[in-house]
């Protein structure tokens, strides 16, 4: 058992990674969700928002820490002496981005394992900018995102009336 972390933009968070999250804790003696706030992106929520959506969701986990990060996530692994980095694969097209993320990521720290945890099929086509497409446009978010994640979309998308 060792230390891990999974590392993302969660913008927002969704079920699909909520399930990655809910079934690798219980392999790890500590796991640190880090919410990424890169400077060159823009985000639909502030990093204490997706923090916070984050934390309502899974902050009772037992060893779970959730922590933002600007810079390198081998660096963040270094700081915490976390031996793994978890990611999600939904489908083939996930899989060049996540292969040449793992590879430059032990070209930077070789001692560092990228773990590739498959989505489970009911959530393979979930992903944080479908959902906010969705919330957009005023569809049903129920089966995409926990409740807070719905109420929190309807608010950055007020429906405007006689639609
Ligand atoms: P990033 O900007 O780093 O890709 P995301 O928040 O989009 O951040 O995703 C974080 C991780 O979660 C990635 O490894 C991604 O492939 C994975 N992931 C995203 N959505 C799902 C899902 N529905 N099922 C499983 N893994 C997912």
């Known amino acids: ?3 891990a972390i999974y590392p993302g933009s969660f913008d927002p968070i969704t079920l699909g990674h909520l399930d990655i999250i809910r079934r690798i804790h219980p392999l790890f003696q500590e796991l640190t969700v880090v919410v990424a706030n890169a400077q060159r992106k823009q985000y639909l929520f502030s990093l ?3 923090v916070a959506l984050i934390r309502e969701n899974v902050g009772d986990l037992p060893g779970l820490r959730i922590e933002p990060w600007d810079g390198l996530i081998v660096d963040f692994a270094s700081r915490g002496n976390a031996r793994v980095i978890v990611r ?3 489908a083939i097209s996930d899989f060049e981005y996540e292969f040449a ?3 430059i990521n032990r070209r930077l720290k070789g001692s ?3 773990m590739i945890v498959f989505t489970k099929p009911e959530y393979s086509f979930v992903a944080s900018n479908m959902v906010k497409e969705v919330a957009l446009h005023g569809g049903d978010l129920s089966s995409l995102v926990p409740p807070n994640v719905a109420v929190a979309l309807s608010n950055k998308f007020p429906r405007s009336t006689g639609r």
């Open 1 to 3: 058992m060792s230390k």
């Open 88 to 90: 999600g694969l939904r």
């Open 48 to 50: 204490d928002e997706r």
């Open 101 to 103: 993320m793992a590879n």
């Open 112 to 114: 560092l394992e990228t």
